[in-house]
């Protein structure tokens, strides 16, 4: 079990990028944009309170987009749903604090968001951000029946939403054939010190490798097959910081499911 004093949540934390944060008037319509062409748009009276009260007053408000295969592991977002791997467009955070607390949107209300993003192609799905029972971060689709839709235009895409904090949109990635991978890594690269990832190079999909505790390995199960990708893997030790970056052909056999060992030294 992977406590937050261990070296690897230390190596997590040091890579974290800040938000983007702003003041809003909670009872007034505001329109906040960061400097990467993220812009949120806050109806007055439409943000509830930890007692489900209208908030009121002044409020922080936090904003960030994830763009870079290198910021999805730099946040430690890996675009997976359940065990589906996701090609995502962006990963998009927006949080609202008043007094230390976090707010949510009032139940007939909705926030308005604009992407800028003029390579954008249309995804069809929205997906929202949860911590799951095993403390890992996974993406779960939305079922909120046309509450929550996405809407591209000639600058990118408009997100309308009920929900606050991570949102992607996003869709499977398409494969016939399917692959299980496990990194070979020298004994002293553990769960407690190290980090593994597989980015694929065509697509925004990045799939965080987990430890395993029968193998002692670091293992992906069911991914994506015939595509080309690599693997990344950040370690401390010490008060040392390590990196190693290897290209990797993903193997792939319609039929079966292939079982693929990658070794990193």
């Known amino acids: 079990n992977i406590t937050t004093t261990m070296p690897v949540a230390v190596l997590k934390n040091t890579l974290l990028l800040k938000p983007y944060t702003d003041s809003i008037d909670l009872q007034k319509n505001d329109t906040v944009k960061n400097a990467t062409g993220l812009m949120c748009a806050v ?3 439409s943000l509830l309170d930890s007692m489900d009260q209208i908030a009121s007053g002044k409020a922080m408000i936090e904003m960030m987009i994830v763009s870079k295969k290198g910021d999805f592991i730099r946040m430690d977002k890996p675009t997976m749903s359940e065990s589906t791997v996701l090609e995502s467009s962006d990963a998009i955070n927006i949080s609202i604090i008043k007094a230390g607390s976090y707010l949510k949107v009032a139940p007939t209300k909705k926030l308005s968001l604009q992407v800028y993003h003029p390579s954008f192609t249309t995804f ?7 911590i799951n029972s095993n403390g890992e971060f996974n993406w779960l689709a939305d079922t909120s029946g046309g509450r929550n839709n996405i809407e591209p235009d000639n600058l990118g895409y408009n997100i309308n939403t009920n929900r606050l904090n991570w949102m992607t949109a996003s869709k499977p990635l398409e494969s016939l054939v399917f692959t299980n991978i496990t990194l070979l890594l020298p004994a002293q690269y553990t769960n407690a010190n190290t980090t593994a990832y597989l980015v694929y190079n065509d697509t925004k999909s990045i799939v965080n490798l987990y430890g395993n505790t029968d193998t002692k390995k ?48």
């Open 43 to 45: 109806l007055a009276n």
């Open 124 to 130: 069809n799905k929205l997906y929202f951000g949860e």
């Open 218 to 265: 670091f293992v992906g199960t069911r991914l994506p097959g015939g595509k080309a990708a690599a693997v990344v893997v950040l370690s401390k030790q010490g008060n040392d910081y390590y990196a190693d970056f290897k290209p990797v052909a993903i193997s792939g056999d319609i039929g079966s499911i292939v079982n693929q060992i990658v070794t990193v030294l």
